[in-house]
């Protein structure tokens, strides 16, 4: 059965810092996902990644995969409010096209 | 821009009563997915369609059902609603093909009492 954990759940961290949450996934997939929920609303994707070592950035996002040791991270630099959201990853099950989520990481950027 | 409209933001109902919430694509996505995100336990997948009239179970089916008679809407069903069932609801939708995002509604707040 795919698990997928995500670390921390929480984060509360000063504008301007860097960090990276990590999620880890516990079956073979080349395919994970991350999306962004703001409070009261609905999820939006940020970054596919489809293949060992693939990496995409967006703004002060950047994501990674490394599917051998079943890892994506996502890095935080020069955190800013705006940032502050819920982000979760998901990964596919078995290229059955069903996505299998995280529990999600709470963000707050404090100013 | 993809939009996935649900057609309710709130609902509440009685234990018992018989649910229907709707959700509506306008981009022709061949599949359509029903989540329910409860704090702490993320989203959990229902039930997915990848055509017309064709439905997966997915991790959390019992309790459920689903009618996808058209391509571009997709019903979920609580036969006889119950308090365990008060959740956050979201329909998403992709292209029937690998490697493509899925797309969310706002999501329908049920409250069952």
């Known amino acids: 059965e795919l698990k997928v954990e995500q670390n921390p759940l929480f984060l509360s961290m000063q504008e301007g810092k860097n960090y990276t949450i990590y999620c880890n996934y516990s079956?073979?997939?080349?395919?994970l996902y991350w999306y962004r929920q703001d409070p009261g609303k609905s999820l939006e994707s940020l970054f596919v990644?489809?293949?060992?070592?693939a990496v995409k950035q967006e703004g002060r996002l950047m994501a990674s995969l490394d599917t051998k040791a079943r890892l994506s991270t996502l890095h935080i630099t020069a955190a800013v409010h705006d940032l502050s959201a819920t982000y979760f990853c998901?990964?596919?099950?078995?290229?059955?096209?069903?996505?299998?989520f995280g529990k999600g990481m709470k963000l707050t950027v404090n100013p | 821009d993809v939009k996935v409209t649900q057609s309710s933001r709130y609902l509440v109902k009685r234990t018992g009563e018989k649910v229907f919430l709707e959700c509506v694509q306008d981009?022709?996505?061949?599949?359509m997915f029903w989540y329910r995100q409860d704090p702490g336990l993320g989203l959990r997948l229902i039930y997915f369609?990848?055509?017309?009239?064709?439905?997966e179970k997915g991790d959390i089916p019992e309790g459920y059902s689903v009618s996808r008679e058209k391509k571009e809407r997709f019903s979920l069903i609580l036969e006889s609603a119950s308090t365990n069932q008060t959740s956050m609801y979201l329909c998403?939708?992709?292209?029937?093909?690998?490697?493509?995002?899925?797309?969310f509604g706002n999501g329908t707040r049920l409250t069952v009492t």
């Open positions: 998901a990964v596919e099950k078995g290229g059955s096209e069903k996505l299998v």
């Open positions: 079956t073979t997939s080349d395919r």
């Open positions: 990644l489809l293949s060992n070592g």
């Open positions: 981009m022709d996505h061949e599949n």
């Open positions: 369609s990848y055509d017309v009239k064709m439905k």
């Open positions: 998403a939708s992709n292209v029937g093909i690998y490697m493509t995002p899925l797309h």
